[in-house]
């Protein structure tokens, strides 16, 4: 299936946790929304700059975009009943901002409400409802590139072009350890199901899991 409706390229796309809307946003300064069972668009929401990233929150409540002005704006994506023709436009409920650079990544806490972004050598945590940000972490040297939560809820790890990885006790708004220095900077970081493995890209075409030291090979260059 196709979707259209895009003056100029799209940058980012995403699916609800529940799979029933999918939402995509480009360089037009628009996301759109639609069901992806039949193809029928929900919203066409407006934006004060190029769409970056998108994201729902857990219980897809809300629809969180970042924008290359550093912003991030949240939006109502439920979908009408009954559904226009056409699909409305609505503007954000509320907008986040902060940061000193664009957003390059992102985790929800389990509690539904708060958004932890990574961006300008900083993390910050946000209380959605609220729309405030409620702490920042600091201690990478150069920008993050992405950010992710352990099952557990309790736990957030950053990666970062100045090739380290670091943990961080989200309880106690504090860092736990810096894994050792990579080769060169680490371009993604997820949590295995097991909670006590890291999996890493590493810009040097490779992949690695922090707990056995395991090196895996790569044939498709730089790892995103």
Not at 192 to 216: E, Q
Request: hydrophobic residues 35%.
């Amino acid at each position: 299936r196709a979707y259209s409706g895009f003056d100029d390229p799209v940058l980012s796309v995403t699916f609800s946790a529940n799979s029933q809307q999918i939402a995509a946003g480009g360089k037009d300064k628009t996301i759109r929304t639609w069901n992806p069972n039949n193809g029928q668009a929900h919203f066409r929401f407006p934006a004060t700059a190029e769409v970056v990233g998108l994201s729902y929150c857990p219980d897809g409540s809300k629809l969180i975009a970042s924008l290359s002005d550093k912003t991030l704006p949240c939006f109502d994506p439920t979908p009408l009943n009954p559904q226009p023709a056409e699909p409305p436009s609505r503007d954000p409920s509320q907008t986040l901002s902060g940061h000193e650079d664009k957003v390059s990544g992102w985790g929800w806490a389990p509690d539904n409400r708060t958004l932890w972004t990574a961006a300008d050598r900083t993390l910050k945590s946000w209380s959605v409802a609220a729309a405030s940000s409620t702490a920042t972490l600091s201690g990478h040297g150069a920008p993050i590139y992405g950010v992710t939560f352990a099952p557990n809820g309790k736990t957030l790890a950053s990666c970062s072009s100045d090739k380290t990885i670091r943990t961080w006790d989200i309880e106690k708004k504090q860092p736990l350890k810096t894994l050792a220095t990579m080769p060169v900077g680490v371009n993604a970081v997820a949590y295995m199901p097991d909670g006590n493995t890291l999996v890493a890209a590493i810009a040097d075409n490779t992949v690695r899991l922090d707990r056995k030291s395991t090196r895996l090979n790569s044939s498709h260059g730089y790892i995103s």
